[in-house]
């Protein structure tokens, strides 16, 4: 990946101040505190925690009936105590805008879905359906800690139902209806819940797809569900015997209803349930809580993704669209909007269109008809519609789109150069002449995010700007040392409100350190600010990628995430992350997706294969073998030649869309394939198939 010199990197206009420019203008006017650059304002935000995470929970004008007795009780890893004495509550925070942003003109949710069925949510509307499900739940003794299950898609009733659960102190968790029954099960079965909320179906890519069976079996599978609601996403005209109908249960209109309100609850009270991707064993149910959720996705989309409410009179306000599946962590990232008094625009089905009508240019339609002002994808979404030769201009009314925001894998120079220069060609304000990319990295784990954006810095394509505030973040090398300009392990050296209370059926939190915090003992590395870790501030947290921060002469605040560690490729002692790999080889025009894995023997040289997913209609022939070796070797090094390319007809990906490299490795490894991956986990998981045959084929050589 080529890295861009500080004198070339792009200034980000913007038509008003940014909402990190107010914040820092607070600062100064509540504290007189100043900073001369982001790095200084960062650097203060991750060596002096209580007065930095006071800030934010009196800038974001918090709110609790009993005073918090210290910000952080103990400063230690895992185990970090916030705002001790507390009380809060996420769907508190979100109702307290119903009011003022009503007054405002403003809407609480725009869905839409591949039919065409648009619908808007008024935020008085939100908050009756929101309290009717609640007393709904209430009536079949759901308490607080009780855990309700949703099989939901990205429409605005699994919004409402979210907000219900919260509201009454249960713990929330949804899977996907793209799921399957035993990927699911392997989610649900771990958390016992007492209610499920499901749905009968949904459509994708054109096609409904029935899911009333799968809601008996997961009725079957759970002794623990009391009860279950059934939304009609596919309008049956039948509802599942013994279940209740969800537009039933949030009709309630009534005195009760009218005076329903959040309780109360303490700050690190389970707010919902979240997985990682489990690739090996059952995926990890890691619980996050109410006031760390509140605190931490409303600083970052307000400071970074400079998100703001929707208390703009006569105007449409801000409209934030993050495209999700509600089984990918964004989803809550969406969701997240409404604590701000956001209008949330969603939608329900592929971004593609369908395999017989590929269609990329669904979601830029889209966000013309409902006039989306943050437009966010997963990193793939853009390669595709590049690839696809999407032209902006056919796609409807863009206007009013000011940002752009990309996570789930690195995103590659020329495909954000691909995307800055439509918008330029479209261009109706100064924004859109130079388009802001807001590229963040973060993970399920903490549902936040590490690495992203400012409106303040310089942008380059394929890097991220910055550390995010209060996110003490480094690169760290084998030894544990910090580094710039170098390629290392992420690190984070101090906790964050975000990070996990615990996981589900991990007791004495085995599991839970094992995870993140055993990579670096207690007492290994130094603190950002400067000075040896001792072993009472506890582990440091290892997320698992590769990141380089500055440039190659270790200059500057913009980041680089090169991949996972667990999947880098190591050849002859030259470590590489597979970002850059897929950079060079699907910058071929015949490429449309590619994946390498390093395959590393005992005592014997690794056998590096590359797959890579062609155009239809090309074949891989050895001018194109050639193309591709010559493109690697030019690009990053001779070493990271494969040592042989298959044409395959598909990438195996999460259902988030992460190219499953690990699993694949395993598996040409001599792994079992149920041992490494879960198909229903999975975005395709018919891809497999291909993989398994080579497996067998290299067992036998």
Not at 270 to 289: A, D, E, N, Q
Not at 516 to 532: A, I, L, S
């Amino acid at each position: 990946m080529s890295i861009v010199s500080p004198s070339t990197r792009t200034p980000v206009a913007s038509a008003r101040v940014p909402e990190i420019r107010r914040y820092q203008n607070w600062l100064h006017e509540k504290h007189g505190l100043s900073f001369e650059s982001y790095h200084d304002l960062w650097r203060w935000s991750t060596t002096d925690l209580d007065a930095f995470w006071q800030s934010i929970w009196d800038y974001l004008d918090l709110q609790s009936p009993t005073a918090h007795t210290a910000v952080l009780e103990r400063n230690v890893m895992p185990g970090a105590k916030w705002f001790p004495g507390a009380q809060t509550n996420y769907a508190r925070q979100v109702l307290r805008h119903a009011e003022p942003a009503h007054a405002a003109g403003q809407l609480a949710l725009i869905s839409d879905n591949e039919k065409g069925e648009a619908r808007q949510l008024s935020w008085p509307e939100l908050s009756r359906q929101v309290a009717a499900l609640a007393l709904h739940l209430r009536a079949q003794g759901v308490q607080p800690g009780d855990c309700v299950a949703a099989y939901l898609p990205n429409i605005p009733e699994t919004a409402i139902a979210f907000l219900a659960t919260a509201s009454i102190g249960a713990v929330w968790s949804v899977c996907a209806p793209d799921m399957g029954t035993n990927a699911v099960l392997d989610r649900f079965t771990q958390i016992e819940p007492k209610v499920l909320i499901a749905c009968d179906g949904v459509t994708w890519a054109g096609r409904d797809i029935d899911r009333t069976e799968v809601v008996q079996q997961l009725r079957k599978a759970l002794p623990s569900v009391t009860h279950t609601l059934v939304y009609r996403n596919l309008k049956s005209t039948h509802l599942i015997e013994g279940v209740c109908d969800f537009d039933e249960a949030i009709a309630r209109d009534d005195a009760q209803t009218t005076a329903f309100e959040p309780v109360w609850v303490p700050f690190d009270h389970p707010v919902w349930v979240v997985y990682s991707s489990g690739t090996t064993g059952l995926p990890k149910p890691i619980v996050h809580g109410h006031g760390g959720m509140i605190m931490v996705m409303m600083m970052q989309l307000r400071l970074h993704d400079d998100v703001g409410c929707s208390y703009e009179p006569e105007t449409l306000g801000e409209r934030f669209h993050w495209y999700s599946s509600t089984g990918w962590v964004m989803w809550n990232a969406q969701v997240a909007g409404l604590l701000s008094g956001t209008t949330c625009v969603i939608f329900d089905g592929s971004p593609g269109g369908s395999k017989e009508a590929p269609d990329w240019t669904v979601l830029w339609r889209f966000a013309a008809r409902h006039q989306a002002s943050f437009f966010g994808a997963g990193a793939a979404f853009y390669s595709s519609c590049m690839k696809a030769s999407v032209d902006l201009a056919d796609c409807g009314d863009l206007s009013r789109v000011r940002a752009l925001g990309s996570t789930g894998s690195p995103l590659a120079p020329d495909v954000q150069q691909w995307g800055s220069d439509q918008f330029r060609r479209i261009a109706s304000t100064a924004e859109q002449e130079n388009i802001w990319w807001c590229n963040i990295s973060g993970g399920t784990d903490f549902a936040g995010a590490f690495i992203g954006g400012s409106r303040e810095l310089p942008q380059s394509p394929g890097d991220m700007q910055c550390r995010l505030l209060g996110a003490a973040v480094e690169a760290w090398n084998e030894a544990g040392e910090p580094v710039t300009g170098q390629v290392g392990e992420l690190i984070c050296t101090q906790p964050m409100p975000s990070m996990p209370l615990y996981l589900v059926n991990d007791p004495e939190g085995a599991r839970y350190r094992a995870s993140y915090f055993e990579m670096y003992p207690p007492g290994h590395g130094r603190r950002p600010g400067g000075g040896d870790l001792d072993a009472s501030a506890g582990s440091v947290w290892r997320h698992g990628d590769w990141l380089r921060v500055g440039d190659e002469q270790g200059q500057g605040d913009w980041c680089v995430i090169y991949g996972r560690s667990d999947a880098t490729i190591n050849r002859h002692g030259l470590r590489m992350g597979t970002s850059e790999i897929y950079s060079a080889v699907e910058g071929i025009a015949e490429v449309i997706d590619s994946m390498v894995v390093d395959l590393e023997y005992l005592g014997r040289d690794s056998y590096m294969p590359l797959f890579v997913v062609l155009r239809p209609g090309m074949t891989l022939d050895e001018a194109l073998k050639g193309r591709i070796n010559a493109a690697i070797r030019q690009s990053l090094s001779p070493r990271f030649v494969p040592d042989d390319i298959f044409q395959v007809s598909e990438i195996p990906r999460t259902l988030s869309g992460k190219k499953q490299e690990l699993p694949i490795k395993k598996l040409l490894l001599g792994q079992p394939l149920e041992k490494v991956v879960n198909r229903e986990a999975m975005a395709n998981p018919q891809s497999l198939d291909w993989y398994v045959d080579l497996a067998k084929q290299r067992q036998m050589t």
